[in-house]
């Protein structure tokens, strides 16, 4: 089987080196060009590549989309900034160009995707399911937003399998220790020194809890991702928002 | 919606007790009959009973199924014993009552059974993955055939995916140290005391890890699995040999 | 060397009962009166105890104790209520037969117990430190007074080490996200169907974490605290309060 | 109070690097001297260092070590290969100058070394324990050293209080799978993509475990226990090996 040829814009950057040094490392994948500011998009072209990586910046990303679809270069896109107005334009190249694929994802850590469906799938078997997550102290917002969107999908899998509420005799409860309530589900934050980005999400039935926990090590954590979407893409044409979409669970 | 009216054999005994409890406080579910040694399997006809659950013993699982069977009423069974032949006496005598459902299932344990299936679907995004069971001391094998199962499934799912031997550069290791090897994924069994039965898989990728866990606290957590299958069995005609084939993940 | 000799008071109850399994089952013990309602205490003289436990009641633990101490036989004391009074009017009579020990301590626990003075010692070299605590949903306060007490002792070796606030940058945060403070230490309570009581510290530093975990998976995880006081009383003449004291870490 | 006045030895090196931003955002500490190959150790005195730390390499400790000590200079010292010839000339060198505390340490990450003492402490009160460790796959050698010393901790605290061997009715188990043992202790290596070092101690009783838990999550873990070494090493006077004993615990 042939190689996938790879190219990826924003090359030099440290996300993008991340992403070279994981495309040159990894099995049946050929990086084929590195496009940085002031590269012209035809070196893509030129080198034959079949899918590029795309995490660069909200105010090139569009020209880097167009160019590439109407070149049949499918695109594996991690850079933020995507209204339903940009997604509708992306929709537009792709109908004039059905054989491509393009994936927008706002998160290619795997194993916090695979925690967020595994979540929704294990939540209609369990009376109870809070979420706890912990990160470096840096961070400005608590709860993470992948702890409520996990707390959502929970939420929601509750309610599509007729559920009420959690069972919790609470009486006395001191201000928050029971966490924030996301559509029902709590959600505990907590902030240590040393630790990096951190989830679990613990599910309870009667004599029993099952627990999924990810955890992040480091900031290029992103990578395993990267490349289960470089080799899916080109077999989804059209627009696939979510990495969820291409793990077939 | 009416409830399931509810039939359990062998409801006398310690495991059988639970069960009834289980349907006694389980919504949409009705208990209607309770038969134990001596009683006449008549009493779940004359009581309406639409699915019984049998955790009795393979010297009388067999007349109960056989009459149940042709009387209708759908079954949900944990006792052991099946051998291939006893599944294919079973399959005929559901060939008569195509209506009916079977399930029967070696592990009621919900979180258990959802640790396999998940394991198994997260196996093809990791380069690692490791078993850690942890039972108390008086088990009398090591490791437990769930964590056994459990590494089979996910090296089924590897060798699917075109994945070759995990990473491991030990070259000083003591004897035992990595854990027994099933099918290439190495397990370690833990006996502790004052503990039951718990299993963890871990699973790990550039800058990441994804733990599935499972702790089974007291032995009633058979229970939730057993009302799944009893809410889900008449929809299910034929024999199913499985939780996890009702489980739709 | 010569078994301990062991009475337990309130034998006949489901707490007493498993004492004196404990008792039956330990090294070096010997149970040599089993006491309950309407039972003479002479029996405990008679049967020539040197220790007895006592998990009886507010209104009974009083006379007990009178009649133990003042004929020179230690106790081991897991009955509450007692307030300075009572502590002042035990010292009386310990004051009279100063060989004599007296344990009163809330929390036999050992697994706790060690939790919170390992969280003590640990407290002053890491950064940051928070408690999570799961109960099963019936408890009725959150968070719970182990957890409260083990924050409390952290706050304490915090201050003594001359420790400013945590670190901690969020700025929004949706409300209980971050837990409840207890004295500058958040706490974390989560309520889960199936579990019993659990509580886990985290401490961080550049790098790393320490996580120090207690699970009670029954409720006879007194037990083995029981029996190590047991052991030792007659060492330590006079009142001590609280467990911890009797573990020279 | 004055700031310490602290000296980095191998100031270039990538660790060196570490330990002077480590000292730069120290309360408490100043740094006054960056010492690297070809540079004089008369730098040190000259800018009045009390303390210096030395990460540096075999062929040139000793060498270090004389000047400081002989200078009046307190050590902080975390390389290798300190036999016990070249610890018996340490000591001579501190014999006349008996104000001088040298620190010698195998290991800084604090909450590895607090695993350690804390699991030495716990030990005696519980039927079982274990350890697991965990680390990234190019680790050559399983289990880790320090996973290797835990366990003899542990065994010694179990002899000293006179325990026997620990509860385990295993008859039928695959080979390794209950771990290698360490003077009695199973020990069980995971080795994991993604991960870095991680370390968990398992304590079990009746109804109850107790889990230490120790994580790194980058090579900069040993900071925070060089800190502790420079803030006390001038109080220690003499010859210190290990930093557990600065930890009054």
Redesign the interface.
Known sequence: MNDIKVGVLGAKGRVGQSIVE?VNTADGLTLVAEVDKGDSLQLLVDAGAQVIVDFTAPQVVMDNLEFCINNGISCVVGTTGFTEERLNTVRGWLANNPEVGVLIAPNF????V??MQ?AK??AR????A?V?E?HH???????SGTAIHTAQGIADARREAGMGP?????????????????DGI???????????AHEVV????????????????????F??GVL?GVREVQNRPGLTIGLENY?D?
């Open positions: 994981g850590a795997i194993s916090a695979l925690t595994f799938q294990a078997f369990f009376d109870s809070e706890i912990m102290p840096n961070k400005l917002d608590a709860p959690q069972p919790d005799a609470t009486e006395q409860s001191l201000d928050g220790a029971r966490g924030t309530l996301i709590p959600v505990h934050a907590v902030r240590m020194q040393g630790t990096v613990i599910f309870g039935a009667q004599g029993q809890s099952l627990s999924i926990r990810q955890d992040s090590y480091d900031r290029t954590s990578v395993p289960v793990l669970i």
